[in-house]
């Protein structure tokens, strides 16, 4: 077999293209991929990237180009030089990279290592991993656990939440004196309602379409809830929004925010939007006294955080390195019918 891999991310392609994958289905893109002969395959598909991994018989002619090309038919739009295309070693250890945060915008963020995780249970669920995959997912989990145990990566901020946290906190100094409104409830939205109590925020307002799920997280940072419906009429009242759903469309235009903009007597209004598709439209920017921060207006702070943890940086690297290429040489020994062993040493499996 032949691991093949595909994919794109922040650092490769502009957010209108990673949008067209983004709105893909894990599970229904998987057994497609099934139907055109390819026995196994994950996906991890995050707000900064969207990858495809899979197996192919050594045999069969298929390598990462054609792997590419079946993303390009999903996503209705050609890929050219964003896309990123690996084979075997080179996968693996792009795979561990991703899994240790070595890949992500925010380096050592804490996030990836389960979303690599619930991407593999996916693929499992949908009967599409067997040993090779299993393997080497359970082993990309491992290295992550490792780097972030034995290196200070982790150290700093650690995912995009509080990224955007630490965005709002420049922009007005002290959140003691903000409203905030968080449109979404999933895990960043809960990620972030807890780091803006811990900021100390005035005030946290959660909406989101299930009004259950937007109680729950209010109720844990000592917040309050708006139904989904209303929360055009809380963007009066807000200093800080930050869009966090899983909507394919954006759900805040420009219309929005100028009939918000009525009652604020020209108080500013910042819109933080770190969904994928974006949920901010881009008109929004061009409003008197609003102001727009994408994904991309992220990268100066990452850049500064970057910079006192070079070491940790290198040292997470050949961690990397090294267990890909041990990794790599079991995989191979597979391959040729020589199965060598594969231990974990001084740790366990995930």
Same mark, same amino acid.
């Given at each position: 077999m032949n691991l093949l891999l595909a994919g794109l991310n922040h650092k490769t392609a502009p957010l209108p293209l990673r949008e067209r994958l983004a709105v893909l289905e894990p599970q229904k893109t998987l057994h497609q991929l099934r139907s055109e002969g390819f026995a196994e395959g994950v996906?991890?598909?995050?707000?900064?990237?969207?990858?495809?991994?899979?197996?192919?018989?050594?045999?069969? !002619?298929?390598?990462?180009?054609?792997?590419?090309?079946?993303?390009?038919?999903?996503a209705g739009a050609p890929f050219g030089p964003a896309a990123y295309r690996m084979e075997n070693g080179d996968a693996v250890r792009h795979l561990f990279e991703v899994a240790s945060g070595l890949d992500s915008l925010v380096v050592g963020e804490?996030?990836?290592?389960?979303?690599?995780?619930?991407?593999?249970?996916?693929?499992?669920?949908?009967?599409?991993? !067997?040993?090779?995959?299993?393997?080497?997912?359970?082993?990309?989990?491992?290295?992550?656990?490792?780097?972030r145990t034995?290196?200070?990566?982790?150290? !700093?901020?650690?995912?995009?939440?509080?990224?955007?946290?630490?965005?709002?906190?420049?922009?007005?100094?002290?959140?003691?004196?903000?409203?905030?409104?968080?449109?979404?409830? !999933?895990?960043?939205?809960?990620?972030?309602?807890?780091?803006?109590?811990?900021?100390?925020?005035?005030?946290?307002?959660?909406?989101?379409?299930?009004?259950?799920?937007?109680?729950?997280?209010?109720?844990?940072?000592?917040?309050?809830?708006v139904p989904w419906e209303e929360f055009p009429r809380a963007l009066a009242a807000a200093d800080i929004v930050i869009a966090s759903t899983a909507s394919p469309t954006p759900i805040v235009n420009s219309e929005t925010v100028l009939r918000a903009m009525k009652g604020r007597m020209g108080r500013s209004l910042f819109f933080i939007d770190i969904s994928m598709p974006r949920n901010v439209d881009e008109s929004v920017h061009g409003l008197d006294h609003v102001y727009l921060y994408r994904m991309e207006d992220l990268e100066k702070i990452v850049a500064e955080s970057l910079k006192s943890r070079d070491h940790a940086v290198r040292h997470a690297g050949e961690?990397?390195?090294?267990?890909?290429?041990?990794?790599?040489?079991?995989?191979?020994?597979?391959?040729?019918?020589?199965?060598?062993?594969?231990?974990?040493?001084?740790?366990?499996?995930?």
């Open positions: 996906i991890i598909a995050t707000c900064n990237r969207f990858e495809l991994y899979a197996l192919a018989p050594r045999n069969s !002619g298929r390598g990462a180009a054609e792997l590419s090309v079946f993303l390009e038919r999903q804490t996030d990836i290592l389960g979303q690599v995780k619930d991407s593999y249970f996916v693929a499992k669920d949908a009967g599409m991993t !067997g040993k090779l995959s299993n393997v080497l997912f359970q082993r990309a989990l491992f290295v992550g656990k490792r780097v034995e290196t200070a990566i982790s150290v !700093g901020p650690t995912s995009v939440a509080s990224l955007a946290v630490d965005l709002a906190s420049r922009v007005f100094g002290n959140l003691a004196d903000c409203s905030a409104l968080i449109l979404g409830a !999933g895990a960043m939205a809960q990620t972030l309602s807890r780091t803006l109590r811990s900021r100390s925020a005035k005030e946290i307002v959660i909406s989101n379409r299930s009004w259950d799920r937007a109680r729950e997280i209010a109720a844990e940072c000592a917040g309050s809830a961690i990397v390195r090294e267990k890909a290429d041990e990794f790599s040489r079991w995989f191979e020994s597979v391959r040729d019918g020589r199965e060598i062993s594969l231990t974990h040493s001084d740790h366990g499996d995930s």
